[in-house]
Nanobody, 119 residues
Framework: QVQLVESGGGLVQAGGSLRLSCAASGRTFSTYTMAWFRQAPGKERDLVALINRSGSSTYYTDSVKGRFTLSRANAKNTVSLQMNSLQPEDTRLYYC????????????WGQGTQVPVSS
């Protein structure tokens, strides 16, 4: 099973950009579907984007389409979320997640990285 460590969070002004990275341990990274979730205090954790094992297919929730881009580098065991045109409503704790199955719950989670967006 992989272990995930996120990085790249931090305070950003509205309209700015951030790039979140998720580094995975282990040699089976390419067998995992990868995703980013985000969570506001007291709210449920919501899916932001996911990418399939090869990186050939992505999904984005409507609120981030056209602003966020998810990519992966299987040779480097990393997945990255480029976030542009950030808005205060994007302020969340962002989590990297992985699953072996094509669908269903995610098996592995990172510790989360905070992204506060100031207006």
């Amino acid at each position: 099973q992989v272990q995930l460590v996120e990085s790249g969070g931090g305070l950003v002004q509205a309209g700015g950009s951030l790039r979140l990275s998720c580094a995975a341990s282990g040699r089976t990274f390419s067998t995992y579907t990868m995703a980013w979730f985000r969570q506001a205090p007291g709210k449920e954790r919501d899916l932001v984007a996911l990418i399939n094992r090869s990186g050939s297919s992505t999904y984005y929730t409507d609120s981030v389409k056209g602003r966020f881009t998810l990519s992966r580098a299987n040779a480097k065991n990393t997945v990255s979320l480029q976030m542009n045109s950030l808005q205060p409503e994007d302020t969340r704790l962002y989590y990297c997640a992985a699953r072996l199955s094509e669908s269903g719950p995610y098996d592995v989670w990172g510790q989360g990285t905070q992204v506060p967006v100031s207006s």
